[in-house]
Antibody, heavy 120, light 107 residues
């Protein structure tokens, strides 16, 4: 059974940093692209970032480019998102989502999400 | 950026009836489109990928169609558990984008 368990969310001040983690199990982590998708309170979905299975290719939405960094550790079956220079508009539930192939396409399994709140 | 536009914003349908949800892309996608269902307080669930292929475990009453810029999700006979918000997502070019969602509510 595929399981994705996010952690690392919480309350942070504007300009601060957080690191999200996503522990994956139930599939061959190193064979699948991974993604972060967020949802602001009461709003729709926004695709934030993706990383290929090898880790060699990464993609970012313009809204987070230069501030967020996606990475993966195949020895720990874990996906990360380093979030710097946080802004109020980064407040959202952040979902870790598994890609169906080695290249980012669509997301076939999702975690339950971790809430990030940016506020002073 | 490819803009995805879903219509209608809210759809009221009675159980047992058919629901048709639309998604339009600002650029040609070929068939690189997915549909997701999201219930309150839950993560999204993949329903359809490649415009018309049902994901694992998705009931046959869900079907997707279309190509190019116009896509449709049809639910043939609504069950109580189908009332939710539905999103389309394009994965033809980065940044990947979602539609704003269609809320399917009980009439």
């Amino acid at each position: 059974e595929v399981q994705l368990l996010e952690s690392g969310g919480g309350l942070e001040q504007p300009g601060g940093s957080l690191r999200l983690s996503c522990a994956a199990s139930g599939f061959t982590f190193s064979s699948h692209a991974m993604n972060w998708v967020r949802q602001a309170p009461g709003k729709g979905l926004e695709w934030v970032s993706s990383i290929s299975a090898s880790g060699g290719s990464t993609y970012y939405a313009d809204s987070v480019k230069g501030r967020f960094t996606i990475s993966r550790d195949k020895s720990k079956n874990t996906l990360y998102m380093q979030m710097n220079s946080l802004r109020a508009e980064d407040t959202a539930v952040y979902y870790c989502a598994k890609g169906d192939s080695s290249w980012p396409l669509y997301a076939d399994y999702w975690g339950q999400g971790t809430l990030v709140t940016v506020s002073s | 950026e490819t803009v995805m536009t879903q219509s209608p914003g809210t759809l009221s349908v009675s159980p047992g009836e058919r629901a048709t949800l639309s998604c339009r892309a600002s650029q040609i996608l070929s068939s690189k489109l997915a549909w997701y269902q999201q219930k309150p307080g839950q993560a999204p669930r993949l329903l359809i990928y490649a415009a018309s292929t049902r994901a694992t475990g998705i009931p046959a009453r869900f079907s997707g169609s279309g190509s190019g810029t116009e896509f449709t999700l049809t639910i043939s006979s609504l069950q109580s558990e189908d009332f939710a918000v539905y999103y389309c997502q394009q994965y033809n070019n980065w940044p990947y984008t979602f539609g704003q969602g269609t809320k399917l509510e009980i009439k």
